[in-house]
């Protein structure tokens, strides 16, 4: 059984996790499991959400229906930032098809919905190498409400075949209409500071900072904002300025869960680059060659990449789908 969960504890002092509410729920609390590494990542709980841009960002689940397209389970795959009344945008890879003409039954929601029973494992915090790590899961609350028998609320209405987004439409009665508004998106600048808003595996709404653009190229935008699987289509906001500037879409090699259950730990840059050269590129460790790789890997390639906001606005207006459209109700 799948139910909804709602807020979390909060561990002052330490990179933390929180979760986010919708306007139509009540409150409820958890604390979760973190595999971050030593970057600030934060939940959010609703009483951290300040602007509309934190209040956009929501998670999105494919569904399995019955025949009456009532859902039977429901599984977190990305995040979804909501860009108008009637419109949440998300990674086209994250729009996947079930059959040759119709795509995947997909639901938005800005409440974080887990699996009952999950993270029961009580909380320590460890010190390596210097840094340090948060190994809980916590004493999991979760309402009643079962999940079983919602509708798909999403739509596709439009996939980029040369960016990788999609745009989706709001079926039902979205109860929450604060979304983000595309005409104050800005073109990202290497250098700039950036804050990663997304919803990482199974994990509610988060907040990564200390990190920022570290490179531009065709179509994309490198960054170093911590993210794992289900952070693709997060919002990446100017720290600076507070204005949204792209859309996450993939993360570095393995830097994910699975490792940090295993080790207890997520890796560096620097180690991530090592283990690539070793085990990808199969070169000796400690020789010339080795130290070159782990050089060159560490600091060009391995990066988060992300969509810039500005060319989506273009490609959408492009095709008929500007802010008239996208902000109607």
Same mark, same amino acid.
């Given at each position: 059984m799948i139910l909804r969960k709602r807020t979390a504890n909060v561990l002052k002092a330490l990179p933390l996790f929180a979760i986010m509410l919708t306007a139509c729920d009540t409150q409820e609390s958890s604390t979760l499991k973190t595999f971050f590494g030593a970057h600030d990542?934060?939940?959010?709980?609703?009483?951290?959400?300040? /602007?509309?841009? *934190?209040?956009?960002?929501?998670?999105?689940?494919?569904? /399995?229906?019955? *025949?009456?397209?009532?859902?039977?389970?429901i599984n977190k795959t990305c995040t979804g930032i909501q860009i108008g009344p009637r419109f949440v945008l998300t990674n086209a890879h994250c729009v996947k098809m079930k059959s040759e003409t119709d795509y995947v039954d997909l639901y938005f929601s800005k409440d974080f919905i887990a699996k009952e029973g999950e993270g029961q494992k009580p909380i320590k915090a460890v010190d390596l190498a210097g840094n340090l790590y948060l190994q809980f899961d916590g004493k999991t609350r979760m309402d009643d409400k079962p999940t079983k028998g919602l509708s798909a609320n999403l739509e596709v209405r439009y996939v980029s075949k040369t960016l990788d987004f999609a745009l989706l439409a709001l079926t039902d009665d979205f109860c929450d209409r604060t979304h983000m508004d595309m005409n104050l998106v800005e073109a990202p600048a290497i250098g700039q500071p950036l804050t990663l808003l997304s919803y990482p595996n199974d994990m509610p709404l988060t907040r990564s900072t200390n990190c920022s653009v570290e490179a531009l190229v065709p179509n994309e935008m490198k960054h170093t904002c911590d993210s794992a699987g289900g952070s693709s289509a997060g919002l990446l906001i100017s720290a600076a300025t507070g204005v949204p500037v792209g859309l996450h879409r993939q993360g570095v090699f393995e830097n994910s869960t699975a490792f940090y259950n295993e080790h207890g730990r997520s890796e560096t840059t620097v180690e991530l680059a090592e283990r690539e050269c070793a085990e990808k590129y199969k070169i000796e460790i400690g020789t010339e060659k080795f130290v070159e790789c782990v050089k060159v890997r560490s600091t060009t390639f391995l990066f988060n990449r992300a969509i810039p906001l500005n060319e989506i606005q273009m490609e959408l207006s492009a095709q008929g789908l500007g802010s008239d459209v996208i902000n109607a109700n």
């Open positions: 990542v934060q939940i959010l709980e609703d009483k951290d959400l300040s /602007t509309s841009l *934190e209040r956009s960002v929501g998670a999105i689940y494919i569904m /399995t229906v019955d *025949e009456q397209g009532k859902s039977l389970a």
